[in-house]
C-alpha cells in the first residue's frame, strides 16, 4: 500500500523543481557580483595607504551601495506599478511630473519651515507627489486620448509646468542651487547617517509583492475590476499611496533618476510578457543592475571627479524611449 505522505513528498518536489528558476538565481549572483565591484570603486584606497582608510568603506561605500540597490528597485518597481494602473507602457514618475511635484513639495518644506528635519522634508515631499500623481491619474480618467503616445507627453508638461514654478519661487527665494543639487541625481553624498531613511521604500517593495494579483486585476480596467469584486478606487488609491511615498523619499536622499522606471519594466516585459508577480523580481534585479552600472560610470568615467549619475541615466533613458517609440509605431 502506498503512503500517501510518501506519494504527496514526491509529488511536490517536481513542483518545487519547476519553481526554481535557474535563470534567475544566476541574474542574482550577477547583481551581486555588480554590487561587490561597487564597493570597491572610488577614488579613496581602503587598505590604510593613500588618503583614504578602512573606516571609510563602512562610512561611505557600504551606505552608497545599499542607497542603490534600494533606490534602484524602488523606482523601477514603481514604474511598472504605474504602468499596470494606467495601461500604458511610457508611464513612470518622470514623465508623470511626479517627481517634480515631490521636488516642489520639498521646496515648499524648505521655505515655510527652514528648521524642518530629514523626515518633515521626506513628507512634504511624499505630499506633494501623491497630489500631483492623483492629478495625473485624474487626468487620464476623464480625458479620452486616441494614442497611448500622447499620455507621456502630457506627463511630460505637466511635469515641466511644476518644475518652472519650483524654479521661480527658488528664485525669489535664492535656493536655485539648492533646486539644482536636489533635482542632479548623484550618490556621492550618502554617508553613514545619512541613507537610512531609504529603508522606508522596502516597507513600499514589500507591499508590492504582496498586493501583486489586486494591482493586476486593478490594471484591467475599472468595469473587470469591479465585476470580480476587487474595489477599484480604493486599489487605486493604494497604488498612487506607494508610488508617492517612494518617488518622494527617492527624490529627498538621492534625486533625480530619470527614465529608471521606464527602462527597467519595457526591458523585462518585452522578455517575459506582463505578469506581474512572474516579472516583479526581474524588474527588482534590473533595476539595482542598471542603477549601479550607472553609478560606476559616473564614478570612473573622469576619475577622481564624477558626474551626477542622472546625467548617465537620462543618456540612456533618453535613448530606450525613442526606441521605443519607434517600435510602439512599427508593432502598434
Known amino acids: 500500500m502506498t503512503n500517501p505522505s510518501s506519494t504527496s513528498t514526491v509529488a511536490a518536489a517536481p513542483a518545487r523543481r519547476d ?3 535557474w535563470k534567475l538565481c544566476l541574474a542574482t549572483l550577477a547583481v551581486i557580483a555588480l554590487l561587490g565591484v561597487s564597493l570597491f570603486t572610488g577614488v579613496y584606497t581602503l587598505d590604510g595607504h593613500g588618503e583614504g582608510s578602512p573606516d571609510m568603506f563602512w562610512i561611505t561605500r557600504v ?3 545599499l542607497a542603490l540597490v534600494l533606490a534602484g528597485a524602488a523606482m523601477a518597481i514603481c514604474g511598472l506599478v504605474m504602468q499596470l494602473l494606467t495601461q500604458n507602457r511610457f508611464v513612470e514618475p518622470t514623465t508623470t511630473g511626479t517627481t517634480e511635484w515631490a521636488g516642489l513639495g520639498l521646496l515648499a518644506v524648505m521655505i515655510f519651515f527652514p528648521t524642518a528635519s530629514l523626515l518633515g522634508r521626506m513628507v ?3 505630499i506633494a507627489a501623491f497630489i500631483g500623481t492623483t492629478i495625473f491619474f485624474a487626468f487620464l480618467r476623464r480625458v ?3 494614442s497611448s503616445l500622447i499620455v507621456p507627453i502630457v506627463g511630460i508638461m505637466l511635469g515641466a509646468v511644476v518644475s518652472s514654478i519650483s524654479t521661480f519661487f527658488a528664485l525669489q527665494t535664492n535656493m536655485l542651487q539648492q533646486l539644482g543639487i536636489w533635482f542632479a541625481g548623484s550618490f556621492a553624498p550618502i554617508l553613514r547617517g545619512q541613507y537610512e531613511v531609504l529603508w522606508i521604500v522596502a516597507i513600499v517593495l514589500v507591499a508590492v509583492f504582496v498586493l501583486a494579483d489586486r494591482l493586476t486585476v486593478a490594471g484591467l480596467g475599472e468595469e473587470i475590476a469591479t465585476n470580480v ?3 477599484y478606487n480604493r486599489m487605486m488609491l493604494i497604488g ?5 511615498v517612494a518617488t518622494g ?5 538621492v534625486g533625480n533618476l530619470p527614465f529608471l522606471g521606464l527602462i527597467v519594466p519595457n526591458i523585462v516585459s518585452m522578455f517575459r510578457g506582463d505578469n506581474l508577480r512572474s516579472n516583479l523580481p526581474w524588474v527588482f534585479l534590473l533595476g539595482i543592475a542598471t542603477v549601479t552600472l550607472c553609478d560606476i560610470v559616473s564614478r570612473t568615467i573622469i576619475m577622481p571627479f564624477e558626474v551626477p549619475v542622472s546625467l548617465i541615466l537620462g543618456v540612456l533613458g533618453s535613448i530606450a524611449f525613442v526606441l521605443l517609440l519607434l517600435r510602439k509605431r512599427r508593432y502598434g
Not at 523619499?249 to 536622499?253: F, L, N, Y
Open 63 to 65: 551606505p552608497r551601495t
Open 144 to 146: 479620452s486620448l486616441r
Open 229 to 231: 469584486g476587487l474595489n
Open 124 to 126: 512634504g515631499a511624499i
Open 249 to 253: 523619499v527617492v527624490t529627498v536622499v
Open 240 to 244: 498612487t499611496s506607494l508610488v508617492a
Open 19 to 21: 519553481r526554481l528558476d
